[in-house]
Each structure stands twice: as structure tokens, then as C-alpha cells.
């Protein structure tokens, strides 16, 4: 039988210790000298939760030491993220979703953006920036929900482009019922299928892969509307 160190011992070199690791609470250490080498490969491990599985709410984090509000515990790239409409109607950029005061355009699609930065961004110039180029749609920014249909573009062009991604995206809840049965859900679903079959010419569109993305984004995404408008899908 291997030993494994007792849990208060240091995760070094199993000696007594007196310092636990205050980020996590998960880790002790006899000195800081011990703390500072192990920090390499305590770090990817290193935050205040650990995963747990229950019956009744599936995978799920469970915080180690008290959080506080606001702080940043990890962090992870979305799967997708889109910008939203400001209800005011200021132009968002595209890339960052920061509203852009100086009216500064896509040179190609013409579309908000912040600069030439935010312009040449993949998750911009090779997703709608070529579909809005070639298919000269314009930038409405009254219509504040052409802005939301960006983030299903988005997902639905990730089918073929990032199939590993497309495969999350399927694997998330989307309460397709729940919203069939909602007429402003149903009418949302009709606009975004019409916008990226008709507009964007995506003919070999799948309704239902339009309802996955637009459920998966409704049901899960994060959406911030301070210093950025932006809809995110982990
Ligand atoms: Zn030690
Ligand atoms: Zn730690
Ligand atoms: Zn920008
Ligand atoms: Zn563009």
C-alpha cells in the first residue's frame, strides 16, 4: 500500500505544517520556501472549489473558503460570445462588445468596430465579417436584435469550423419544450433561422441545429451589460 501524505502534512515533503495555501485552503506546506517551489504544479489545481457530483443538480463546484462577490475564481474561454444591443442603440464593437463612441466601421463589412485590432480579430474576420461582406448586409443599430443573432451565427458556423466546439454546444440544456410552447421564443427562433438562411445565404441551414445554439445561448449564457454588452456560452 502506497502512503499518502495525512492532509495537514506539507505537500512537499510531508513534514508538519503550519501555512495552508489561501487561495484554495486545499494545500498545507511547512515554510514558504516549500509553498514557492510547489506553486508550478499546485497552480492549475489551485482554486477556491473543488467538483462534486449530486444526484439532483448533476456536476457542480463547491466553494473550499468563502468568496467573495465579484472575484475572479478561473477563468475559461467561451465557447461562443456575441454582442448585444445597446437599448439606447449606441453602436457595440464586435470583438471586444465595448460601445464605440467614435462611429469607427469594418472596413470590409462596415459593422461596428473599435479599430483595425478589433477588426482583423478571427472571431470577427473569419466568422460574420465575410457573410456580412458578401452579402452586403447592413448594420441596423435601431434594430437592436440583429446584434443577438450574431452569437447563433456564430454557433451554427462552428459546425463546420470547430466540430469539437460545435459537439459542447450540443451537449448543453436548451429547454426546447419550455420555448416551443413561448410565442416570443418562437418568433425569435423564426427570425434567427430567417437571418441566417435568407440574409446570410446559409442554405444548407438545419432548423434544429438553429434551435440548439439559440436555446444553448437563452438557457446558459452569461450576459454582461456594464463596461461591455455581451452574451458568453461556456
Ligand atoms: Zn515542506
Ligand atoms: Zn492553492
Ligand atoms: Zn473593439
Ligand atoms: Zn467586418
Not at 466568422?127 to 436584435?145: A, W
Request: charged letters at 25%.
Amino acid at each position: 500500500m502506497s502512503k499518502t501524505p495525512a492532509k495537514h502534512n506539507c505537500s512537499v515533503c510531508d513534514e508538519p505544517s503550519g501555512l495552508t495555501c489561501k487561495i484554495c485552503m486545499k494545500v498545507n506546506y511547512c515554510s514558504r520556501e516549500h509553498q514557492k517551489i510547489h506553486w508550478k504544479s499546485h497552480k492549475p489545481e489551485c482554486f477556491p472549489a473543488t467538483i462534486t457530483f449530486d444526484a439532483k443538480v448533476g456536476r457542480h463546484l463547491v466553494a473550499t473558503r468563502d468568496i467573495q462577490q465579484g472575484e475572479i475564481i478561473f477563468k475559461e474561454k467561451p465557447l461562443i460570445s456575441g454582442p448585444l444591443g445597446k437599448p439606447d442603440g449606441l453602436p457595440v464593437c464586435l470583438t471586444c462588445f465595448k460601445c464605440i463612441s467614435n462611429n469607427n466601421v469594418c472596413s470590409r463589412c462596415s459593422w461596428p468596430v473599435c479599430d483595425s485590432g478589433c477588426e482583423k480579430a478571427p472571431s470577427h474576420a473569419n466568422y460574420e465579417c465575410e457573410i456580412f461582406t458578401r452579402k452586403r448586409i447592413p448594420s441596423v443599430q435601431s434594430d437592436t436584435t440583429l446584434y443577438e443573432k450574431i452569437i447563433v451565427l456564430r454557433g451554427i458556423l462552428q459546425k463546420s469550423r470547430n466540430p469539437s466546439e460545435w459537439n459542447k454546444i450540443q451537449q448543453l440544456q436548451t429547454h426546447s419544450d419550455a420555448r416551443q410552447d413561448n410565442p416570443v421564443s418562437s418568433l425569435m427562433l423564426e427570425q434567427c433561422i430567417t437571418f441566417i438562411r435568407v440574409a446570410c445565404g446559409l442554405t444548407d441551414l438545419v432548423d434544429k441545429d438553429v434551435d440548439q445554439v439559440l436555446g444553448a445561448v437563452v438557457v446558459n449564457a452569461f450576459v454582461s451589460d456594464d463596461s461591455v454588452s455581451s452574451a458568453d456560452l461556456f
